[in-house]
């Protein structure tokens, strides 16, 4: 074996592969979501909402770890509050995340559950402990699994019959990483993966299936979920789909407007009581911690109520140290402390229209998705931007997602005998450009954001060649990043591999794959040598140095902008 070492950045799951068919067998489309899970499933040509044990179209994306059992779904959400120690929701925003992304930190602050660091993985983990037992640790992909296998279970009791099969839709600005975790945690549940589907195109062809128009028309979907935001401009011409553009941040959504309207709340009790030096965000601080936690509580059922009225009152008794909490709020308040997540929903809608030289006017119809957009304030800033006739409040906003995603494997497929479905076309692009390092810690871009994905079951390849600048060293590292920054290090780390015993005749050959659920798959070789392939476990994905200098990183960086502000002042 030569001395060189040449990896792939890839597990071997990386490169989906995608399972076959039959016309009998049942496929379920799935919209995991960070608070509310839906699933469908098409038969008589309609994509057919399942219903949960309890007859509910949508189940909580909860569950609640007792000491003898664990509550899934709807079942988890009735012991939400009263064990709220022991009660995992929203995971999904750690899905593909490190412990020491701020992101993560500033999440965790709100949580009633404690999150340690895994010190293998770097990773978040759920830490739960009851009294006089062995404390348990749930990854995300855990809970995302737990899931998957609540949803499989009880969607096999309405159809009498098994489900192996499902179409996942994730936001459509989930990396690399990100997807890969959510189609382990569906094999985890027995659920092979026909496709990974972005939620914002799901949504477009579940409206465009429903409202048949053979001329062409432009639709934007506007999604804002729990956890997520994404906006999609997207071709639908008879019964073929383009997206066009999709912009979005991985971060925003109704739980960042409860989080805001949970700190504004808890200030106003503060200063009225004088408990302005209690620190009720120590996890540690028990009783002041529940507080948080009760503020919380009334502020998702305060902003909810606040789509439907103009005032809407917090009542909490013998809040702390025998306070009660009452306090007025009004819609105008809420539309003013979250005024700037607002306006990022608005800029980035902006961004997508800019980036395809489109104004407002070539806009056919706006399609709200996910329940955020119940908000009056979002609703009238897209009426005011395209028209209140184009912005269609009719469609269900739960539902549309979870409807498209079924309708996925019957698009251009022989399955079925459905006309339009069999001569349906889907064009998806890739989210997030990857690249990799070069001189002076820039990226250079392979596959760019925007990218036309592959079919279903075809690979596209990119290749690059390149020498290095490396004068003395045998080791070569090269390091994949994925995002929009100019630097790598405003860009995540996909992954990284040495090519040793380098010399300086050397070409490197680099090669990547992408699939069609927005996958990549990295191959190094040494031009002239035989390829050899090291698959790395994804454990050596993550970089310890990088992620433990995160905080210097973003100090670094926020230094080198300083610095270029100073020099270039319009930058
Ligand atoms: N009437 C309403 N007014 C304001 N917010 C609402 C209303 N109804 C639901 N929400 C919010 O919508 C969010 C849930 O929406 P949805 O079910 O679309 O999200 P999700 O699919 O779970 O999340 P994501 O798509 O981001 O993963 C919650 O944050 C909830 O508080
Ligand atoms: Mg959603």
């Not at 909402?49 to 189940?59: A, W, Y």
């Not at 022991?86 to 992101?103: A, C, E, Q």
């Not at 296998?149 to 990483?177: C, Y």
């Not at 109704?254 to 209690?278: C, H, M, P, S, W």
Request: net charge neutral; aromatic share 8%; with cysteine.
């Amino acid at each position: 074996m030569s001395s060189r070492n040449l990896n792939t950045l890839s597990t071997d799951s990386l490169l989906s592969s995608t399972p076959t068919i039959n016309k009998e067998e049942p496929i379920i489309g799935i919209d995991l979501g960070t608070t509310y899970s839906c699933v469908s499933i098409f038969k008589n040509n309609i994509s057919s909402i399942l219903e949960n044990k309890n007859g509910k179209r949508t189940t909580p994306s909860i569950i609640t770890c007792k000491e003898n059992e664990i509550l899934i779904g709807q079942a988890a959400e009735n012991s939400m509050y009263t064990l709220s120690n022991f009660t995992i929701k929203d995971s999904k925003r750690f899905i593909g995340k490190f412990f020491h992304d701020p992101k993560v930190q500033k999440d965790i602050k709100y949580l009633s559950v404690k999150i340690i660091e895994d010190p293998y993985t770097k990773r978040p983990q759920y830490y739960i402990k009851h009294e006089n037992q062995e404390a348990r640790l749930f990854s995300p992909i855990d809970v995302a699994y737990l899931l998957l296998k609540d949803i499989k279970t009880f969607s096999e009791e309405r159809i009498g019959g098994k489900i192996k099969k499902a179409v996942i839709t994730v936001p459509a600005h989930f990396n690399n990483l990100q997807r890969e975790e959510t189609i382990e945690a569906a094999k985890k549940a027995g659920l092979e993966v026909y496709k990974i589907i972005n939620e914002p195109t799901a949504a477009a062809i579940a409206y465009g299936y429903e409202n048949p128009n053979v001329n062409e028309r432009l639709v934007l979907i506007f999604d804002l979920g729990g956890g997520t935001f994404d906006v999609s401009i997207v071709k639908i011409k008879g019964n073929e789909y383009t997206v066009l553009a999709s912009e979005g941040e991985e971060h925003l959504g109704g739980e960042d407007i409860t989080q805001r309207l949970t700190d504004y709340a808890l200030n106003i009790f503060k200063k009225k009581n004088n408990f302005e030096n209690v620190d009720f965000y120590n996890q540690n601080n028990i009783k002041e911690y529940k507080v948080l936690q009760r503020i919380k509580k009334s502020s998702e059922e305060v902003k909810i109520q606040l789509s439907f009225a103009e005032t809407v009152q917090y009542d909490i008794d013998s809040l702390y140290k025998e306070k009660d909490f009452n306090y007025e709020i009004k819609q105008s308040t809420l539309n003013e402390i979250c005024n700037d997540l607002f306006n990022i929903c608005i800029k980035k809608v902006d961004e997508t229209l800019k980036k395809l030289n489109l104004t407002e006017d070539n806009i056919d119809e706006v399609v709200l998705v996910g329940g955020s957009c119940r908000i009056p304030k979002i609703k009238e800033m897209l009426i005011k931007k395209f028209s209140e006739k184009k912005v269609l409040k009719n469609i269900n906003a739960d539902e549309v997602i979870a409807q498209g995603a079924a309708l996925i494997p019957f698009f251009g497929s022989k399955i079925n005998d459905n006309i339009f479905l069999k001569q349906g076309k889907i064009n998806e692009i890739t989210s997030l450009s990857i690249g990799i390092e070069i001189a002076n810690y820039k990226m250079e871009v392979i596959i760019k954001k925007g990218t036309l994905l592959p079919k279903i079951n075809e690979k596209k390849s990119f290749n690059k060649t390149f020498k290095t600048q490396s004068k003395t060293s045998k080791n070569v590292l090269i390091k994949i990043f994925e995002g929009e920054g100019e630097y790598v290090w405003e860009n995540h780390l996909l992954g990284k591999f040495t090519v040793s015993g380098f010399n300086n005749d050397n070409i490197i050959e680099l090669e990547m794959i992408l699939d069609h659920n927005s996958i990549i798959t990295v191959i190094g070789k040494i031009k002239g040598e035989k390829e050899q392939k090291l698959i790395i476990s994804k454990s050596d994905f993550y970089d310890e140095i990088e992620v433990k200098n995160y905080e210097e990183k973003l100090k670094f960086i926020k230094e080198s902008r300083e610095k270029i502000r100073q020099i270039f002042p319009d930058k």
